[in-house]
């Protein structure tokens, strides 16, 4: 079973950056995401990237502002967030499928996950 660690979160003042780091633990070639968790809220999508890297999806909330990426030779994955607002505060969670899944923004479509990283954007 992939055991995957997300690293990067912090405080940050809105409108600054964060980069979040998730790696997995074997060079399988998963599928991975980012999913954000915020207090009194179900944990949510935020964006997903094949296992080749030539494929990605962002929720809407977050297009433009956020962008998904990985190493492919390593099995990293990353998630650099400009612009943030207070809305995005959340712990951002890193997820993994043995393949790119059909629906890729549900969290019921991964089975890995990893401990979480809080992001805190403050005002």
């Known amino acids: 079973q992939a055991q995957l660690v997300e690293s990067g979160g912090g405080v940050v003042q809105a409108g600054g950056s964060l980069r979040l780091t998730c790696a997995a633990s074997?060079?399988?070639?998963?599928?991975m995401a980012w999913f954000r968790q915020a207090t009194g809220k179900d944990r949510e999508f935020v964006a997903a990237?094949?296992?080749?890297?030539?494929?990605?999806i962002s929720a809407d909330s977050v297009k433009g502002r956020f962008t998904i990426s990985r190493v492919s030779a390593k099995n990293t994955v990353y998630l650099q967030m400009n612009s943030l607002k207070a809305e995005d505060t959340a712990v951002y969670y890193c997820?993994?499928?043995?393949?790119?899944?059909?629906?890729?923004?549900?969290?019921?479509?991964?089975?890995?996950w990893g401990q979480g990283t809080q992001v805190t954007v403050s005002t």
């Open positions: 074997d060079s399988r070639p998963y599928a």
């Open positions: 990237i094949s296992w080749g890297g030539a494929r990605t």
């Open positions: 997820a993994a499928a043995n393949r790119y899944p059909d629906v890729a923004d549900s969290s019921r479509s991964y089975a890995y």
